[in-house]
């Protein structure tokens, strides 16, 4: 007796149910899209185009289908999970807030293959079409509860309602902002950097200032010494590091004013700083370190252990502590480097797919 696939069924009376005049015009704009890089063989059959028209056109009915695998946060670890598990020929969704601390990148100088940098904006726009060209489906919207039933996962948003097998947790963090006017604009214009390891070579040579709090913010001036002999440690509430740090940014010759910050602003391409002593002081570019506020709370709300800044705690899987809910990202890591968080989207993508029942194709 012949038996087939759940998925196979599915799209036979798909196929008719749509017809297949619609799959042929999917067919044609695939191709269309990708004609330089398919050969002479048909890589799209009737079932790939129909999943790609269903995804496309009719993501809440896709979704209704149940999910392989959906993704919780759309920046470049969430997107690059995606596309893998797609390349598996898995069903998978990413529910994305549209708000990745990627999009806010001018450009990306150390993220390889980008040999004249890319904005951030535009490397997630080339992950989202990458994706859709292998079904994956992309919809807004944010979830605010995580539940398990049985062996799969129910993620609630505000209207709709997710379910799937395995969850990815992209979910990054959220930098706490620093005291200054226009900020997006700074940001925009290179004034206000977060990430020394992403961008200090383009502070090269500058004066920069760093705005923080004891240990960490005198590892990131000490860090950024590298590239610059200007650096200057300033504090909002004249908080001191521990004394082998002290010492460590005298004998680097880093500034360190008594006075705290009263107000910052930027005007012309420089950043102005006003002491609560009443000296003014100009800088090329200021790194805050402010702390940030990891976004973990639907993980943990299930159980999932996590550390003293709530980054949770993963296997070499990228599997947190509750089966079958991983994490990738900025949620699980203190280097906060895209290319860190795409290796994770590799690794944990890869055991999702060898871990769900086998997708033979018949």
Same mark, same amino acid.
């Given at each position: 007796?012949?038996?087939? /696939?759940? /998925?196979?069924?599915?799209?036979?009376?798909?196929?008719?149910?749509?017809? #297949?005049?619609?799959?042929? +015009?999917?067919?044609?704009? =695939?191709?269309?899209?990708?004609?330089?890089?398919?050969?002479?063989?048909?890589?799209?059959?009737?079932?790939?185009?129909?999943?790609? &028209?269903?995804?496309?056109?009719?993501?809440? &009915?896709?979704?209704?289908?149940?999910?392989?695998?959906?993704?919780?946060?759309?920046?470049?670890?969430?997107?690059?999970?995606?596309?893998?598990?797609? +390349?598996?020929?898995?069903?998978?969704?990413?529910?994305? *807030?549209?708000?990745?601390?990627? +999009?806010?990148?001018? #450009?990306?100088? $150390?993220?390889?293959?980008?040999?004249?940098?890319?904005?951030?904006?535009?490397?997630?726009?080339?992950?989202?079409?990458?994706?859709?060209?292998?079904?994956? !489906?992309?919809?807004?919207?944010?979830?605010?509860?995580?539940?398990?039933? !049985? @062996?799969?996962?129910?993620? @609630?948003?505000?209207?709709?309602?997710?379910?799937?097998?395995?969850?990815?947790?992209?979910?990054?963090?959220?930098? +706490?902002?620093?005291?200054?006017?226009?900020?997006?604009?700074?940001?925009?214009?290179?004034?206000?950097?977060?990430?020394?390891?992403?961008? !200090?070579?383009?502070?090269?040579?500058?004066?920069?200032?760093?705005?923080?709090?004891?240990?960490?913010?005198?590892?990131?001036?000490?860090?950024?010494?590298?590239?610059?002999?200007?650096?200057?440690?300033?504090?909002?509430?004249?908080?001191?590091?521990?004394?082998? /740090?002290?010492? @460590?940014?005298? $004998?680097?010759?880093?500034?360190?004013?008594?006075?705290?910050?009263?107000?910052?602003?930027?005007?012309? *391409?420089?950043?102005?700083?006003?002491?609560?002593?009443?000296?003014?002081? #100009? &800088?090329?570019? =200021?790194?805050?370190?402010?702390?940030?506020?990891?976004?973990?709370?639907?993980?943990?709300? =299930?159980?999932?252990?996590?550390?003293?800044?709530?980054?949770?705690?993963?296997?070499?899987?990228?599997?947190?502590?509750?089966? *079958?809910?991983?994490?990738? *990202?900025?949620?699980?890591?203190?280097?906060?480097?895209?290319?860190?968080?795409?290796?994770?989207?590799?690794?944990?993508? #890869?055991?999702?797919?060898?871990? =769900?029942?086998?997708?033979?194709? &018949?």
């Amino acid at each position: 007796m012949l038996t087939i /696939s759940p /998925s196979t069924a599915i799209g036979i009376a798909s196929l008719k149910l749509i017809g #297949t005049g619609q799959i042929k +015009r999917v067919r044609a704009s =695939l191709r269309a899209e990708n004609a330089q890089q398919l050969d002479s063989q048909d890589t799209y059959g009737p079932l790939m185009c129909l999943r790609l &028209f269903l995804r496309r056109n009719y993501s809440s &009915f896709w979704v209704r289908l149940g999910m392989d695998c959906i993704i919780i946060g759309g920046g470049p670890a969430g997107l690059t999970a995606a596309i893998y598990l797609a +390349r598996f020929n898995r069903r998978v969704t990413v529910i994305d *807030g549209g708000d990745s601390r990627a +999009r806010l990148i001018p #450009t990306t100088h $150390n993220y390889p293959g980008f040999a004249n940098g890319v904005r951030g904006q535009r490397l997630l726009e080339l992950l989202r079409e990458q994706g859709r060209n292998y079904g994956v !489906g992309l919809i807004e919207g944010r979830i605010e509860r995580l539940k398990q039933d !049985g @062996e799969r996962f129910v993620a @609630e948003g505000a209207d709709r309602v997710f379910e799937a097998a395995k969850v990815v947790l992209a979910t990054g963090l959220i930098d +706490r902002k620093p005291p200054i006017p226009r900020l997006p604009d700074a940001i925009a214009q290179g004034l206000v950097r977060y990430c020394p390891v992403c961008d !200090g070579f383009e502070a090269s040579d500058q004066r920069i200032a760093v705005l923080g709090h004891g240990n960490d913010a005198s590892g990131k001036a000490l860090f950024l010494r590298t590239y610059s002999r200007s650096v200057t440690l300033l504090t909002l509430d004249g908080s001191k590091p521990e004394q082998k /740090s002290c010492a @460590e940014l005298e $004998n680097a010759g880093i500034a360190r004013p008594l006075a705290i910050v009263a107000a910052i602003d930027h005007a012309h *391409g420089k950043v102005n700083v006003t002491l609560t002593d009443g000296e003014r002081l #100009t &800088f090329d570019t =200021l790194y805050p370190v402010l702390g940030c506020d990891v976004r973990s709370t639907l993980a943990t709300s =299930l159980g999932a252990e996590h550390n003293e800044e709530d980054c949770l705690m993963v296997d070499k899987h990228q599997q947190t502590s509750v089966v *079958g809910l991983y994490a990738i *990202g900025d949620v699980v890591s203190d280097l906060h480097q895209i290319a860190v968080g795409t290796g994770h989207a590799a690794v944990a993508a #890869t055991h999702i797919h060898t871990e =769900l029942p086998r997708n033979l194709k &018949f």
